[in-house]
């Protein structure tokens, strides 16, 4: 079981920037794959960017060049630093994480933190 808990949100002006932390606790052997979500009133959860346990990164057209994905392993802690902030980034934003129990894959989200960027 792994609980996973967002901070970093807030209100910035467009151009500006943010830095989202995900912290996770439980039990569990290692997190595979961290990721960012953010899900807009009305709109699907839509993929952000993720990182695996080797480093590899993955992001969304929308954000790519100006996110950058980052983890602490020591911390068990994931961050999405976002810069140049653009109205439409206004989402509600979720950490996930996949890891495992025994031999079976799991899978946690947070409970969200804002982000609303003025224009």
């Known amino acids: 079981q792994v609980q996973l808990v967002e901070s970093g949100g807030g209100l910035v002006q467009a151009g500006g920037s943010l830095r989202l932390s995900c912290a996770a606790s439980g039990t569990f052997r290692r997190i595979y794959v961290w990721g960012w979500y953010r899900q807009a009133p009305g709109k699907q959860r839509d993929l952000v960017a993720t990182?695996?346990?080797?480093?590899?990164?993955n992001y969304a057209d929308s954000v790519k060049g100006r996110s950058t994905i980052s983890r602490d392993n020591a911390k068990n802690t994931v961050y999405l630093q976002m810069n140049s902030l653009k109205p439409e980034d206004t989402a509600l934003y979720y950490c996930?994480?996949?890891?495992?129990?025994?031999?079976?894959?799991?899978?946690?989200w947070g409970q969200g933190t804002q982000v609303t960027v003025s224009s």
């Open positions: 996930s994480a996949e890891y495992l129990l025994g031999v079976t894959t799991h899978h946690s």
């Open positions: 990182i695996t346990s080797d480093g590899s990164t």
